[in-house]
């Protein structure tokens, strides 16, 4: 299927893996698949898929699963994201997942949403984050 961004050199890499990462969601429960792909600073392409359990509370979703691949595979920051559904469509992520993404950001990260591309202040405005908290220390 093709999305908006399609034959984008900067997009079609990470919808590719999105894609990929699509095939491996475990998602029996609400049958809606969600894979996620990202790119760190450095130019690595980290990728998640839902991960649903028959106790809804412990699901895992696509942007934490992602999120636990850059830190598996040497940590950073997100300089770029996109979040694909089961008919391979960029979606947006939740407000939960964009509090989740804004942790781990570069500064310059733009997601790809339905309507192009945005930065991180247009999809959380004004967003709570690290330096709202007092004793943080960045890495």
């Not at 894609?19 to 029996?28: D, F, K, W």
């Not at 412990?58 to 850059?70: G, I, N, Q």
């Amino acid at each position: 299927m093709s999305t908006p961004h399609s034959g984008d050199p900067q997009w079609e890499p990470l919808i590719d893996a999105a894609r990929e990462a699509l095939g491996r969601s475990y998602s029996p429960y609400s049958n809606y698949p969600v894979g996620a792909a990202g790119r760190a600073e450095d130019g690595r392409i980290v990728v998640g898929a839902n991960i649903e359990n028959a106790s809804y509370g412990v699901t895992l979703c696509a942007e934490c699963s992602m999120v636990s691949d850059l830190f598996r595979t040497g940590g950073g920051r997100l300089s770029a994201f996109v979040c694909l559904n089961g008919a391979e469509e960029v979606i947006m992520p939740c407000g939960r997942c964009r509090q989740l993404l804004n942790e781990h950001r570069a500064p310059e990260m733009r997601i790809l949403t339905p309507e192009g591309p945005r930065t991180m202040d247009e999809v959380l405005p004004q967003a709570f984050g690290p330096h709202d908290v007092a004793g943080f220390v960045d890495r």
